[in-house]
């Protein structure tokens, strides 16, 4: 038995529609599926007639939903009153980002945070993006940063998870520079050049992929390496593997010393937004105060 599985039956009672539940809980149809036969096969029996649509609630499954709602209130009202006892814990702040912002965002973001509210406890934890969005619907943390841009999905209950604009950002193209001093690759190369990509079902992947459409790239690139993390593909381009689409942010300092070079174009070029979530089922005074600044700075 999971909890997990508990809130999904909870969601598909009220939805009635596998799809529906399945978003509202940020998780894939089929592993919401999987994680709702889980569930049935534990009880013994059907908590869902799927000879109607929307579905119903079988006489079991009836008989089982407030036992579920008991349950996972009286398990998250545990979970806060231990999280509770400690003072200097509440002190601290848990945050959890993306390993790219977490890397070449994240410390210089909080010094400034601290210089209006001086001294932060913090405790940062670095995930792709999945990790991330778990750990702030299953109310591991207390923030969430990650990237954001209208045409790839992300969290959208606003009411419990609001979000706020923290800083700007935009997707580029760059190269090393080769022995001769000169940039090793181009994008308006005859032959296709080597290229560094992120996986395709990750944020970075979709919109670097909307890149490559908007310049119409698809055959000026021929994959060699793929890795979801943007520093690694960074540490492989300066290695002269290829060329990437990377943050520019991420390549701020190796663009400036000359190690790195931007060799896309404007109107190629992706504007992202970096992103802070909440949820609002944590809250205590430091929170509340960070939270403030953040949506004010």
Known sequence: MEIDWLEDFLALSAAGVFARAADARNISQSAFTRRIKNLENWTGTPLFDRSVHPVELTAAGKAFKQTAIDTVAALKQTKSDIRG???????????????????????????????????????????????????????????????????????????????????????????????DGRVKYSLAADNPVPFLSYPPDTFLGRVSQVCLERGNLGDAVEPVYENSVAEALKSACLAGLGVAFLPEGAAERELQDGTLHKISRPEYELAIEIKLYRSIERSRAELERFWMLAQNL
Request: glycine share 6%.
């Open 85 to 179: 006892l400690s003072r200097r814990e509440a002190s601290v702040l848990d945050f959890v980002a993306l390993h790219t912002l977490a890397i070449s965002f994240f410390p210089t973001w909080l010094t400034g945070m601290s210089s209006h509210l001086g001294p932060i406890k913090s405790r940062l934890v670095a995930e792709n993006f999945s990790g991330c969005a778990e750990a702030i619907l299953s109310g591991n943390a207390d923030f969430m940063l990650c990237y954001y841009h209208p045409a790839v999905p992300t969290i959208s209950d606003e009411n419990r998870y609001p979000s706020s604009t923290i800083a700007k950002d935009q997707i580029i193209a760059v190269s090393c520079v080769g022995a």
